[in-house]
Structures are given as C-alpha cells and as structure tokens.
C-alpha cells in the first residue's frame, strides 16, 4: 500500500514524527506541491492512501489515480477535496474534526489582547531605546483597555467558541452567544441571543462559525452598523466570513476601533488586500491551529483514521461512499 502526503510541511516542520504512518506501508512526504492538477497527479498516480492539508483532491485528479481507496484531510475543513465525487467513486474521505478547540480559543484571547495592551508595540519600543530615554517613569502610545465588565459576543458556540467564552469570563467579561444551538454547558457561560442583539450590545465581537453560504460575507456594512461605535473584532475562524472592503472602511472610520485576523479570504494573503493598509488592523498569517500540541493531536487522530480505514471501519468521514464501507 503506497502513501503519500502531498504538503506536510505546515503540519510537521520536524518536530514531529510520520514514523507511525509509515508502519501501514511506504511512505512519501512531500513539504509542499503546486496546487496544480498535474503535478497532484505526477505525485499520486500510484498512491493508494493521500493525505492532504490545502493541497487540492479535485475530479481531474481523482480520475487520474485509479488506485486511490481512501483520502485523509490533514485538518477539519475539508473543502479542498471534491468529497462528492469522491462518494460517487466509493472513495471515503476523512478529516480531523477535534484537535485546535484550546488552541484556537487561546489565539483569539491572545488577539484580543494584543489590540488591549499592545504587548508587541511597547517591547519594541522599550528595546529601542525609548523608555530609558523617557521623562516619566512609564509610557504608552495606545490607549490600554480593561476587558473586566465589558461584553464579548461570540458568533458561533461550539466547542471552540465555548473555550473562548470560558476565557473571557475568566477576565471578567459578559458573555453573548449566537449562531449554535443552545446547550446547557453553554448556558453556563453565555447568555443566548439572536444576531442583532448580540452585534449591538456586544464590545467585542468574536467568530468562532464555519463557512457556510448563509455566514460568507456576514460581517459586511449592514452588520458592522448594528454593532457599538468602537467595536473589536476577532476572527479566527474563516476570512470569507468578512467583506473585507466593508471592515477597512469600518477601521478606517473608527466604527471598528480595531481587528485581530488570524484568517483572510485568500491565503497566503496578497499584496491588494485592503487589509493590510486598515487602521488598527492585526493580522497573523493563520497560525492558531500550530502550536506543536494541536499538531500532535492532527498526527494522532491521522494515524487513527487509517488504522480505522485499513480494519473496514473508517471514521471521521465526510462523505458516503457509495460501495463497501
């Protein structure tokens, strides 16, 4: 049985191991590969098991491998693969569904309180000189903000949105939940609203939903305009759920004091993005799923899913495949 992953680098750079997918059978790792359909084919012409992180698993590509029993998503989202022609070829595909929920939560806390305190700016400052030369005995350039009392409004309560929500109630905030059906864990920690009155009394908006077509495109001018004056967004969760034009023109103004984006609707982002030249907006380049433990637990989980497959009993599939599983 042959395996290749097609781009491993992002999930392990070296600090973990493949040795516990080898043991199914050959392995290969490619780093990365060009997204484009022939050269996907070039590597998995003979493979029967593929993983992928982003690399694309498309109908092209599928047809042009005849031994491929089984695609594994090295990650939760699964769009990167056409799962519904790969039913249709009896070809299962399974992803990760459980491996970032405290990672992602701890990203966007860290988000938040980065527009708060500005940890980064004032440690450069101070290295570069500016507080030993100072006249006062401390100094800040950005107004620095207490979150104990004010209100978070999360926008998708999961799992990771719940962890979020535990956070900040941690830190003294006021918790707002919309977009996920009410449980008792999370009634615990947030009080459940529809949309509108969550972006209206919320300080801090957070999104923590998945892409569907009802979200793209939900932070947009009409949402924006429901929310407080001098608002925070957060978002870790997928960029396309922003108009992006809509929140530079809202950061710019100042109805949006500031964003933390960990996500942008085209990545690597590009040069164009209006984002990149907003006020007050901090981007990081979608790393809150990376830290090693939850990339650990991607790796676990990835070796559970073959193992699954291999005994005639996949799990964490995405798909119906339509013969013998």
Not at 274 to 288: E, G, V
Request: hydrophobic share 40%; aromatic share 8%.
């Amino acid at each position: 049985m042959k395996i290749v992953i097609l781009d491993g680098y992002a999930e392990n750079p070296g600090d973990l191991s493949w040795d516990a997918l080898e043991a199914f059978g050959p392995l290969t790792v490619y780093d990365r590969t060009p997204y484009e359909d022939d050269e996907i084919i070039r590597r998995i012409r003979d493979a029967d098991v593929v993983f992928t992180n982003k690399c694309p698993v498309r109908k092209a590509v599928i047809d042009a491998c005849p031994n491929l029993k089984y695609i594994s998503v090295l990650a939760t989202g699964y769009n990167i693969v056409d799962t519904a022609y790969a039913w249709e070829k009896g070809i299962p595909v399974s992803n990760v569904p459980t491996y970032g929920t405290q990672s992602v939560g701890q990203s966007a806390i860290a988000l938040l309180l980065e527009i708060c305190h500005h940890v980064a700016h004032h440690s450069d400052a101070v290295h570069a000189g500016r507080w030993e030369s100072s006249p006062d005995w401390c100094f800040w350039d950005y107004p620095l903000i207490e979150l104990a009392g004010k209100t978070m409004g999360i926008i998708g309560f999961g799992r990771i949105g719940r962890t979020t929500g535990r956070i900040a109630k941690a830190l003294g905030m006021n918790i707002l939940a919309a977009g996920s059906r009410e449980t008792e864990e999370g009634r615990a920690i947030a009080e459940y609203v529809d949309l509108d009155t969550l972006l209206s009394r919320s300080d801090v908006v957070v999104l923590h939903c998945p892409l569907f077509p009802e979200t793209e495109g939900m932070i947009n001018r009409d949402s924006i305009a429901k929310m407080k004056d001098g608002v925070i967004l957060i978002n870790n969760s997928r960029g396309q759920l922003i108009v992006e034009q809509d929140l530079t023109d809202a950061l710019n103004s100042g109805k949006v004091y500031a964003a933390g984006l960990d996500v942008v609707s085209v990545e690597p982002i590009r040069e164009d993005n209006p984002l990149l030249k907003a006020k007050n907006c901090f981007i990081t380049p979608h790393i809150s799923w990376a830290p090693k433990e939850a990339r650990q637990r991607i790796m676990d989980c990835s070796v559970q899913n073959l193992q699954a497959f291999l005994a005639g009993t996949p799990i964490h599939v995405v798909n119906r495949p339509k013969t013998g599983l």
